[in-house]
DNA sequence: CGAAAAACCTGGCAGC
DNA sequence: TGCTGCCAGGTTTTTC
């Protein structure tokens, strides 16, 4: 579900409890994309948060001794909850207990995770990751380093984490529909321009997201429970058979890599 | 090696 | 009303 602007938004709803103590943690389902270790609880109790970040999709709680890294994975969310409030939705996995309130995990299909780390940049799943979309690093030429060496297209290329993280499916279409480029296209035939219409396609596109909290499909949810409104400024996404904003020509969907894709096959070459 | 396909899950919705 | 099949904001693992 949450991309990087739905992950960025989460994470702006949570950071007030930046700088207070985390009294406790409840695991109710061990069992996530990967299990949840056993000490979890253990290693988590009574400690301070000195900072909430995002790095790619994840949600990272830095602690005195530990961080803690959370994926929402295709449909997990977070609330913001009573400590007093005692009722549980369905899906409910884990909470984090401060002194009057709590975050709760929420994730019907269980493609989300919760990890501990040592050393964040070590860990497993953040060592790896490419460049954030919306630092300098994701330019131009270092995005032509990358499509000139592979045959894959675009679309995929951009989706996947190792080039660019926090790019979902959403915002991939969106991106090329902004950069007017065919998301078939072969990674290595694109030009450096055609680079640079792509990376600053995808910082607006993502900007103008967080700016109004992401997107609601259906069942995202801020940790303070608001709705994302960029739904309303898709022009690409879902919009199969309606007509492009820019020149009328119907959006067409195709499926690429098992992932639908929607996009102006006469403003998009 | 890179690229494609399968795998992990639950819920909602269309169609019969 | 079921029941079936398909689809969904992701990413790793397996297979070719």
Known sequence: ??????????????????????????????????????????????????????????????????????????????????????????????????????????????????????KLDEHRLIKNLGPEPLSKDFNPKNLHKITAKSKINIKSLLMNQKNVVGIGNIYASESLYLA?????????????????????????????????????LKDFYSADGSPGYFKFELNAYGREGLECKKCKTLITKVVINTRATFFCSSCQS
Not at 75 to 89: A, M, P, Q, V, Y
Not at 183 to 212: F, G, M, Y
């Open 180 to 216: 007017q480029i065919n998301p078939n296209r072969i990674a290595s035939d694109l030009s450096i321009e055609e680079c640079k219409k792509i990376t600053q396609s995808a910082k607006k596109i993502l900007n103008a997201a967080i700016k109004v909290g992401g997107t609601t």
């Open 1 to 118: 579900m949450p991309e990087l602007p739905e992950v960025e938004t989460t994470v702006r709803a949570i950071n007030k409890f930046s700088q207070s103590t985390l009294k406790s943690t409840k695991i109710h389902n061990r069992n996530l994309r990967w299990k949840v270790v056993e000490n979890f609880e253990l290693l988590t109790k009574n400690q301070s948060i000195n900072k909430i970040s995002r790095r790619a999709k994840y949600i990272i709680f830095h602690l005195d001794k530990i961080n803690i890294i959370l994926h929402l994975g295709m449909s997990g969310s977070l609330r913001i909850s009573k400590n007093n409030d005692n009722f549980f939705l369905k899906h409910d996995h884990a909470e984090f207990i401060f002194e009057e309130e709590k975050i709760v995990y929420n994730d019907p299909r269980r493609f989300g995770s919760i990890h501990l780390a040592d």
